[in-house]
């Protein structure tokens, strides 16, 4: 299998959809935005907020078939204004179970699937599905990164694109 990781930049949404393979099964995975500093589920913060419509906003054209979300109000709220502009359910997936995650849940059909996740779990979930030991933790402080794996041929070539937004 080969994997190449291509960082990109800064993402502007007349660019992502080429970075989107229709050949491909496609995982889009995001961190949550920015949170309120309390408790242990916080709410996204007003900068949260604003980095979930700018998502949702880059991927207005893009198709989209599933969106996964860890069971945490920040992760679920990245997602709230795409999947409500998509008509699509979130399914809640286990961040302490990403193996079982990757194997069971996400399909390697050619869909097109958006997964919300954390600094700690976003890595460990590339790594699972790219079958490397490459991604590390993203600092707690940065809340912009995306990246978007390409699976062709049932995981013999993928190519994962790594924006900014």
């Given amino acids: ?14 660019k992502i959809e080429k970075f989107i393979k229709k050949q491909a099964t496609v995982f889009i995975i995001v961190r949550h935005g920015e949170k309120e500093n309390s408790g242990k589920n916080p709410h996204l913060s007003e900068a949260g907020k604003n980095r979930a419509i700018n998502l949702a906003e880059l991927l207005k054209n893009a198709k989209i078939d599933h969106a996964y979300s860890t069971d945490f109000f920040r992760t679920r709220e990245t997602l709230e204004y ?9 399914k809640i997936y286990n961040p302490s179970k990403i193996s ?7 399909v390697f059909n050619q869909s097109k699937s958006i997964i919300s996740g954390h600094s700690n779990t976003n890595p460990l979930l590339l790594n699972e599905i790219c079958k490397v030991n490459f991604y590390k933790d993203i600092p707690d402080d940065k809340f912009n990164d995306l990246y978007i794996v390409n699976v062709f041929r ?6 994962v694109f790594h924006f900014l937004y």
């Fill in 1 to 14: 299998m080969k994997v190449d990781t291509v960082f990109v930049g800064n993402l502007t949404n007349q």
């Fill in 82 to 90: 795409l999947v409500s502009d998509k008509k699509l359910e979130v």
């Fill in 154 to 159: 049932k995981g013999k070539r993928i190519k």
């Fill in 100 to 106: 079982d995650f990757v194997k069971t849940e996400l």
